[in-house]
C-alpha cells in the first residue's frame, strides 16, 4: 500500500510517499500558508492508495488512528484551542485532502494516542474534582507518535527486544518532551494538558510555580493574552539568552562568552535532568535511553549531560560514537547496563503504519 504522510507544522508542510518502508517521493515546505496546491500537485503527480495526517491533538475521544469523516473533522477542529499553532495546520490538510481525493482514505495519526492509556495517577491532575469532570482536563502528553517510534528503532539499534523493558524515550528540538515507556507502553510525560508543560523549549517557559502566573496576572497587572504569549513565544532559551532560541545560537554565543547564554544552557540541562530523574524514577530504573529530535540528534552535549546525570541508574556513553553519531547510532559505553541510542526523527514511517493498521492492510 502506498501511503502519503502529510506533517502540517505550523507554517511548514512535510508530504512523505512511502511504498512499505521505501519513500517514493518527498517534499518540503518551509513556508505553507495552508493552500491545497502544493497537496493537489503532489497527489497529481503521485497518487496514493491512503493518506495519512499528523494531529498533534485527538482529546479524550480519539485515542488510535482513525479514519477521518466529518464528524472526527469536528471533533478535531473543536481542540485548536487546546494548540493553537499547530491544530488548525493540520486541519487545512486533512480537509485538503479529503476535498481533492474524495475516493481515498484519510486517516488522522494523533500524538495524544500514544499516552491515551497513562495511569491515573500520571493522567490526572490535582484539581477539583468537578473542574477535571467538567472540562477534560487531564495530562494528555504530545510527540506520540515521535516516541512511539524511537523506543522501537532505539531498541532495534541496540539489541534489545522491541517494547519490552523500561525505556526512556527524549524528544528534543524546538518542542521537547519525554516519555516513560514499560512494555512499550506509555506510563509518564513530562507534557500535559498542553505542550506548554514539562522541559525548558526554544521559545516555552515548560513548567513553572502557578502561583507566578497569578502574581504576574493579579499584582503586577500582566493581561492574560500578553503572559501566555510570553510563555510560549518569548520564554525558554530565547528568553533567557536574549537569542532566537535556536540551540546552535545559545552554544555559539555561550563561546564567545555570552553569561546569559551559558545560564540559558545550564538551566536547560538541568530541567533535561530533572525530568529524566523523575521518568527513571517512574520506571524503577531504565533499559534503554533514546535520543531524537533536532537537538536529540545532533548535540551530543546534551546527551552526554543527560546520561552523565543518570550515571547512578547504569547510563555511560562512549564519547567517540557520540561525538559521531546524528541519527540512527548505538552509543552506549562499553560494559554499560543500560543502552543508549540516538535515532533519526520518522514521523512518517509512524504515520504510515498506523494508517495501514487502521485500514487493516
Known sequence: MRVLTVNAGSSSLKLVLLDDDEVVDHEHLERWDGEPEPLRRFLDTHGADAIGHRVVHGGNRIVAATVADDDVVDHLASLVELAPL????????????????????????????????LPPAAATYALPREWNRTWSLRRYGFHGLSHSYATVRGADLTGLRPNEGRVLSCHLGAGASMAAVRDGRCVD????????????????????????????????????????????????????????????????????????AAVAF?????????????????????DLVVFTGGIGEHQPPVR????????????????????????????????????????????????????????GA
Request: hydrophobic fraction near 45%; charge should be negative; include cysteine.
Open 86 to 117: 499547530h491544530q488548525p495546520r493540520a486541519l487545512e490538510g486533512l480537509r485538503a485532502a479529503r476535498s481533492i481525493a474524495p475516493g481515498t482514505p484519510s486517516v488522522v495519526c494523533v500524538d495524544t494516542a500514544f499516552h491515551a492509556g
Open 189 to 260: 510525560t513530562t507534557m500535559g494538558f498542553t505542550p506548554e508543560e514539562g522541559l525548558v523549549m526554544a521559545t516555552r517557559s515548560g513548567t513553572i510555580d502557578p502561583g507566578l502566573i497569578g502574581y504576574l496576572i493579579g499584582t503586577k497587572g500582566v493581561a492574560p493574552h500578553e503572559l501566555f504569549e510570553g510563555l510560549a513565544k518569548r520564554s525558554g532559551l530565547a528568553g533567557l539568552s536574549g537569542t532566537s532560541g535556536d540551540l546552535r545560537d545559545v552554544l555559539a554565543a555561550r563561546s564567545a562568552g555570552d553569561r546569559d
Open 266 to 286: 545550564d538551566v536547560y540541562c538541568r530541567s533535561l535532568v530533572r525530568f529524566a530523574g523523575a521518568m527513571v524514577a517512574v520506571l524503577g530504573g531504565v
Open 304 to 359: 552526554a549531560a543527560v546520561c552523565d546525570a543518570l550515571s547512578f541508574a547504569g547510563t555511560a556513553l562512549d564519547p567517540e560514537r557520540n561525538d559521531a553519531a546524528s541519527a540512527d547510532a548505538d552509543i552506549t559505553a562499553s560494559g554499560a547496563s543500560v543502552r543508549t541510542a540516538v535515532v533519526q526523527a520518522r514521523e512518517d514511517l509512524e504515520i504510515a503504519r498506523q494508517t495501514r493498521a487502521a485500514l
